[in-house]
């Protein structure tokens, strides 16, 4: 009984500090709770968060309140096409003084980093800032540098402007724990953040309402979220559907299995449980799975999106029996074929 | 063009094929008429010529596109000149085709079925017409309204028509093919309709697909079970003696004589007028005569009928008959003589020609005989005489003349049932009997003396009806018996043995008539063998006195029963009072006496019969135990088996409610299914919970449609959410608890507020049907129940296995 009053004790402060941050965010992005939902889940899971939409929807409005609310270092890089991976990750300079070459940090050297128009900079610097989102370091001359936890990289792009950007590649795509998009304000919201963005500049207001140690407090606390076998069962079962239905050329990756898991803990501890729900994992499949795959030419011939694709591998999953009973069937909409046998070469 | 040539061609047979099958159903069923009439080749192949043309008619206006209205009108007119031209071998309804139907009805009307055919009378025109119009209907709703289930109603009504008009059932196989037929058409419109699907762009509406093999296989396996259960179902049924079909011969339509009401029966053989060989008796008797089938001794305002009978399982008609009551040895003589008898295929009845009385008989078939009457009654259904051979002994008796004189009549010993007369029965027949027995000093004399009456000093002449449905009820007698009256003191055998029988109750001596063969007038090459034709059926009265038994009187006059032919005294003059009987005593042959036993007249009951009637007692003359437990048990069985998915679904709900959630989880879904809804599979607790939340009714709802939804019954919503909240802990958390049966109280929260949420006849349907009960338990479940590790035992999970 220690454990579990321990352990509720955990997730009421965990509660409260994200409901302190949720509250600080929507000061600034009003009437958008699920997108704030899901870019606290990808905080406490550790994962990196990569805000898709068109221009001023309030993108970069969300990474920064995100940024202030929690007290550590974060820094933004407005990614150009002329952004070197020198300016990501950092250089060595030469120092005259003391005639060696120290290392000056780059963008990248942050609690949060907000890379702003991502898909604005050349391929080669985008993957300068994959190795440090995947590693959570930066080797530069040999010399490898930790970064500190929590480390988050929220990324924007935007979807429309295709002139001069460099689309990223599913591999980059895939470090990215979940993509949310945050589209227009409804009405009433509108005319609310005018209100508020007229005479004032919120952002500004905001201060902070945790710190650093705090969020790695709280990501511990999501890794103990328990996930029961049936879950596990679930969630593999709903990404090898993906792998093995028609309608998509790449399914989810294993690592999309690990994020989607990660995900729904983090979600299952911000609801107050220290348990995941196949409801978890169903309310998270679609941002933290969705910007990973890629729908077949007949799919996309017949306008289906990803999105709608994986609603009805969703629907067509059945969620396991506890007991162990029979794994589930394939759904109708992704009949079985070799695993991975349409993944691109 | 050819395309659209071949499609008019396609769309004409289709056309053909509908009103063809519509034709030969109701053709097919126009056999169920066939009862009617006795020759009923005749009108079933004049129908033949009918259907043609209404068929042929129907299809091509259809087929070139005519309203309704006028494809109707278009077969009444080629069908109704076909119709004229195979009745009256005229394209029109003229005088003779009137007269013929007007002769139809009135034969329709006048004989009971199956009416004769000859050339004055038949009912032939009716059968055409009414198949004509039977035919144009069933076309009508058929193939022109396209509403088969409709042609339904025509149908029926061709098919009940029979039913409702002659007593005996219908062949089994009339009604398979009619069904058979009803069941085509459906299938072909129902073809039609399937393969209009995707027609083609020219507008043709012609079907382009036919359908596959395996669809039109299950379409015949489905009428073909659907049939056969229509058939075999009723005669499996075994409480109820309704049959829609007779299994057994067929009836009418082949001019054999039938013996099922005895008297109207006889009229019916006195008109027909050919003379057929029935029975032919072998035997030592040198002139053998009165072969008596039945006993009528019930005298109604309508006429003398059978009356009940007492035939238990005992009175088989096998071996030695008890003795007779009322006889007594002084009075009455007996002589035992020998008849084989051998029936003709011809004569079908249901009750078996025999002297009266008889001492031993010996016959094949569950023939029983009612020890009052004498008579011999078959108890199967399929059983008649026809073609049967039989052997029995017959006791004729010999009376002492002098003393019978001198015999009064009393009731006594055969229950007043035998004197008993309607109420209003007109008092001029009375009137009537007292003037004809003036004088006499016994009953037995006045016996005489009302049997001279008719023979000899009424003035009675014997004449053959041209009527026959006239009858011998109360009014018809007095008719008769009125000298002044233009049908006046003559008749036949039925009136004369009705009208006696009548006199002699108003007197008060028991009487009752008797229908049989008067005397054997057939051919036979044989020696010692006699012939009973059709022209010896015959009626006849048999009066009751203490000591002599039944006496048979014969009052019909010397022309039909002759005293050369039929030496009996009944035909001898009595000379006023004194009756001059002693003469005849050797040729006294009075049916229906034996005196075997000595105490012939005791009054009270059947002194003379004690251990027949205690086994007749045993053995289902009186109450039938067995039948009542039976019928007990199997109330009992269909009741049980009412009961049974209610308390079977009971008794889970009860298993369930002591479990943990898993348990209260499948009682809820049961509950769910139970009341028509449909259960998410493979969904997680809380998305089944929210769709089961709009499922929800306020407890008490009475409404015919209930309303549901998450608001109705919040108490409910909250009682589900802790059983899903359990659910979930149980199913996905590290360790949860939960004492088995915590959850009763919400999960019967959550059924109440579903049943409050569907409809009166739903709830009712959940109650005693509930469909759960007959679905597989799922693995969960029963892991949880199977192991019945007691239910004391928490539940103990760790998200892998649920313990009970």
Known sequence: METTSAASADLETLARVVGAIRRNIERVIEGKPDVVQSALVVLLAEGHLLIEDVPGVGKTMLSKALARSIDCSVRRIQFTPDLLPSDVTGVSIFNQNTREFEFRPGGVFANIVVGDEINRASPKTQSALLECMEERQVTVDNNTYELEAPFMVIATQNPIEMEGTYALPEAQRDRFMARVSIGYPVEAAEIAMLNSHTYSRPLDDLEAVTDAGEIRKLSSIVNQVYVSPAIQQYVVALTGATRRTDDLVLGASPRATLHLVRAAKAHAAIQGRDYVLPDDVQLLARPVLAHRLLPSVEAAMTGRTTASILDAILAGVPVPSPQGGPTAPPPSSAPAGPPGSRHRA | ?804
Not at chain 2, 194 to 222: F, K, Y
């Open chain 2, 1 to 804: 063009m050819s395309s659209v040539r071949q499609r008019d061609r396609a769309a004409l047979a289709s056309h053909v094929r509908f009103s063809a099958a519509a034709a030969a159903t109701t053709w097919a069923a126009m056999w169920s008429w066939r009862g009617f009439t006795t020759m009923s080749g005749r009108f079933l192949v004049a129908l033949i010529l009918v259907g043609v043309a209404v068929a042929v008619t129907g299809a091509v206006a259809r087929w070139r596109r005519l309203p309704g209205v006028l494809v109707v009108v278009a077969q009444l007119a080629v069908g109704g000149v076909t119709t004229c031209l195979v009745v009256s071998s005229r394209p029109y309804p003229g005088d003779a085709f009137r007269t013929m139907l007007s002769d139809a009805v009135d034969a329709a009307n006048t004989y009971a079925s199956p009416v004769p055919t000859s050339d004055t009378i038949s009912v032939q025109p009716l059968l055409v017409v009414g198949g004509f119009i039977a035919m144009v209907l069933v076309d009508l709703c058929a193939a022109t309204l396209r509403r088969v289930p409709l042609a339904g109603l025509p149908l029926l009504t061709v098919y009940s028509v029979p039913i409702s008009l002659i007593d005996r059932g219908l062949s089994w196989w009339v009604f398979a093919a009619t069904a058979t037929g009803f069941l085509l058409l459906l299938f072909l419109q129902e073809e039609e309709h399937l393969s209009r699907w995707g027609r083609s762009l020219d507008g043709s509406t012609a079907p382009i697909r036919r359908l596959s093999d395996s669809v039109r296989a299950s379409a015949v396996a489905i009428g073909a079970i659907a049939t056969a259960a229509a058939v075999l179902v009723p005669l499996a049924v075994p409480t109820l003696s309704f049959s829609v079909f007779d299994v057994g011969p067929g009836n009418g339509g082949d001019g054999d004589i039938e013996v099922t009401n005895p008297m109207v029966d006889l009229r019916q053989d006195l008109v027909r007028g050919d003379k057929t060989d029935l029975v032919t008796v072998t035997t030592d008797d040198p002139s053998p005569d009165h072969l008596r089938i039945s006993v009528l001794n019930r005298f109604t305002d309508n006429e003398w009928s059978a009356g009940d009978r007492k035939v238990p399982t005992a009175n088989l008609a096998q071996g030695g008959i008890p003795p007779l009551e009322g006889v007594e040895a002084p009075l009455v003589s007996l002589d035992e003589v020998d008849y084989q008898v051998e029936v003709a295929d011809q004569f079908k009845s249901r009750w078996l020609p025999t002297q009266a009385p008889i001492s031993d008989i010996s016959a094949d078939g569950d023939w029983r005989y009612d020890v009052a009457t004498m008579d011999f009654l078959a108890s199967d259904d399929d059983l008649d005489t026809a073609g049967l051979d039989y052997s029995m002994t017959a006791a004729l008796p010999t009376y002492d003349d002098s003393r019978l004189l001198q015999l009064n009549a009393t009731d006594t010993v055969v229950g007043e049932e035998m004197t008993e007369l309607p109420d209003d029965l007109p008092a001029e027949i009375r009137n009537y009997a007292i003037e004809a027995t003036s004088g006499a000093t016994s009953d037995f004399q006045r016996a005489v003396l009302l049997n001279q009456f008719f023979r000899e000093t009424g003035g009675f002449t014997y004449k053959l009806p041209t009527d026959p449905g006239g009858g011998v009820g109360s009014d018809q007698l007095v008719d008769f018996l009125d000298p002044d009256s233009k049908t006046g003191r003559q008749g036949y055998c039925e009136q004369y043995a009705a009208a006696m029988g009548v006199m002699a109750r108003t007197l008060g001596i028991p009487a009752r008539v008797a229908v049989g063969f008067l005397k054997p007038t057939g051919e036979s090459s044989r020696e010692n063998t006699y012939v009973y034709t059709s022209d010896d059926l015959h009626a006849w009265v048999e009066l009751f006195f203490p000591g002599a038994g039944w006496v048979l009187f014969d009052p019909t006059p010397a022309s039909r029963v002759s005293n050369a032919e039929v030496p009996s005294y009944a035909e001898r003059p009595i000379d006023n009072v004194i009756p001059t009987t002693t003469a005849q005593s050797e040729e006294t042959r009075e049916p229906t006496t034996r005196p075997t036993a000595p105490s012939a007249s005791v009054p009270t009951g059947r002194p003379d019969l004690p251990e027949t009637t205690a086994d007749a007692g045993d053995t289902g003359s009186s109450f039938p135990w067995l039948t009542v437990l039976a019928v007990a048990a199997g109330l009992l069985l269909v009741v049980l088996l009412l009961l049974l998915p209610r308390s079977l679904r009971r008794r889970q709900r009860e298993r369930r409610l002591a479990g943990g959630p898993e348990s209260a989880w499948a009682e809820l879904r049961a509950t769910a299914r139970d009341l028509g809804r449909t259960w998410p599979e493979g969904r997680s607790p809380r998305e089944t919970r929210d769709l089961v939340v709009g499922w929800f009714g306020h407890v008490g709802d009475t409404d015919e449609r209930p309303a549901h939804g998450p608001d109705l019954a919040p108490d409910a919503v909250a009682a589900l959410d802790r059983v899903v909240d359990h659910l979930e802990r149980l199913r996905y958390s590290r360790r949860h608890t939960v004492e088995p049966g915590a959850l009763r109280d919400d999960v019967l929260l959550c059924c109440d507020a579903l049943a409050a949420g569907a409809t009166p006849r739903v709830r009712r349907r959940a109650t005693w049907l509930p469909v759960s009960v007959a679905q597989r338990r799922r693995p969960s479940e029963l892991e949880g129940a199977g192991s019945g590790a007691g239910a004391g035992e928490p539940e103990l999970v760790g998200g892998r296995s649920e313990v009970l």
